[in-house]
Every structure is written in C-alpha cells, then in structure tokens.
C-alpha cells in the first residue's frame, strides 16, 4: 500500500532548524538594539562681542590737601650730666627649706599629763546562760535565787508571747506554718534591741520581730558588779489547729 503523503513534502522536518535560526536572528537584533546610542545634537550658540574703539570715562576732580612738614625731633644737649646711683637698695636673702643629711631635728618631748585619754566603753553582751546577774523581769523581784529568777523570766516571755500572738491573715490562707527562731538583746538600760530572727516565711519573721519588740523595760542584768546586756534567744511555733 502506497504512503498518501510524500516523504519530501514533509513541512516539520526541519523545525527544530528554523525555530534555532528564528531565535538566534531575534537575539542578534535584541542585542542590536541595546548596543544602539543617541547622541543628543550640540546647540550653536553664537556670542555677540561688541568693541568700541572709543572709550571716555568721566575722571572725578579731585583736590590736592597740602599739610605742614612734622617739627623736626629735638636736638641732643650740649652737655650730658651723669648721676651717681648712690641709693642702696636690700637684697632679698631666700633661705632654703630643704633639710640635708647634717641637719638634726630635735624631738618633741610631749608629757602624760599633756594628753588626754578618752575612755571608750565597750559594750559587753554577755549570754543569758552564764549571766551573774540575771535581768529581772517585772513581777520576779520575789524571787531571792538566780535560778529562780531565770526560771521566772522564761516563764513571763512565753506568757507575753501567748498573750500577744496574732496569727498573720495572710499566712492562714496561704496554709504557712513553722518555727521562727528568735535572738534579742537587752542592753544595759533593760530595753530590747538587736532582735534578729530566721524561719520559713517572712510572714512569720515579721509577727514574732512585733510580739518581742513589744516587751516591757526589764531591769538589766549585771556582771561583776555592772551592768551589761544579755543575749537572749527563744523559738516561737506557728501551728494551725484543725477544728
């Protein structure tokens, strides 16, 4: 059977060559028209000069001042005197404050009775514990011993504190609880200072600091034969009982 079309008459045979040719004639003009330059055209200006061969100008009259010579300057005398200088003047003698190996500084003698010593008072705290004396809390002077008297003075702290706890708001809903331990002085006025104190929560810190600075004046303890402060220390329990 015979082929209808005829295999020289084919049309894309060759359209890959005409497409590259297509492209490349493209791209040349493409190029073409990017290398092309325009040069904008010069502008003739023509410069007009104008000479004159004349040239009058009006010279203003100007009017000549005539001043007099300067004196000459003064003739030198005929004779010259010559003073005498015959005023002494002082010369100024600066004497040198530098000390040298020769000079010899004498010692300043100062005596004891010139000098006067300032006794400085030592503050003495001395232990509850150990104290000689023991400070007197008011409504223990009924009690002659010593240890009687501390016995006492323990006794009257824990009522003071029973008597003075506030459980901190905010500390019960918050459900915080524990120790805080307390340390305080009483200075040798019988007042309490220096309180320091360390426990779980701030809160608490804070309620046992109020419940000791509240403490009444005590009368202070005393140590061979004077009187000086006492360190004193206590825990205080902040427990929340269930109904």
């Not at 530098?98 to 503050?123: C, G, K």
């Not at 202070?220 to 402060?229: A, D, I």
């Amino acid at each position: 059977m015979k082929p209808k079309k005829n295999p020289n008459a084919e049309i894309g045979r060759n359209s890959s060559l005409y497409f590259m040719i297509g492209l490349t004639s493209v791209l040349f003009l493409t190029w073409q028209s990017f290398e092309v330059k325009f040069y904008e055209e010069e502008s003739k200006v023509s410069e007009v000069v104008q000479v004159t061969d004349e040239l009058k100008e009006d010279v203003p009259v100007t009017e000549i001042l005539r001043t007099a010579p300067p004196p000459p300057p003064p003739s030198a005398p005929d004779v010259i005197e010559i003073v005498e200088d015959v005023e002494e003047v002082e010369e100024t003698v600066i004497t040198s404050t530098e000390s040298s190996q020769e000079t010899f500084i004498e010692d300043a003698v100062v005596r004891i009775e010139d000098v006067d010593v300032e006794e400085v008072e030592e503050e003495i705290v001395v232990p509850f514990a150990v104290i000689e004396y023991v400070p007197v809390f008011p409504g223990c002077e009924i009690y002659e011993t010593q240890e009687e008297r501390k016995e006492c003075f323990n006794q009257k702290v824990q009522e003071h504190i029973k008597e003075n706890f506030t459980y901190p708001p905010s500390a019960l809903e918050m459900g915080i609880t524990g120790r805080v331990y307390v340390q305080f002085v009483i200075d040798n006025k019988g007042r309490v200072s220096q309180i320091q104190q360390r426990g779980p929560d701030k809160l608490l810190e804070k309620e046992a600091t109020r419940i000791i600075a509240s403490l009444p004046q005590v009368k202070p303890g005393e140590q061979r034969g004077k009187t000086v402060s006492v360190k004193y220390s206590i825990p205080i329990n902040f427990i929340m009982q269930n109904d």
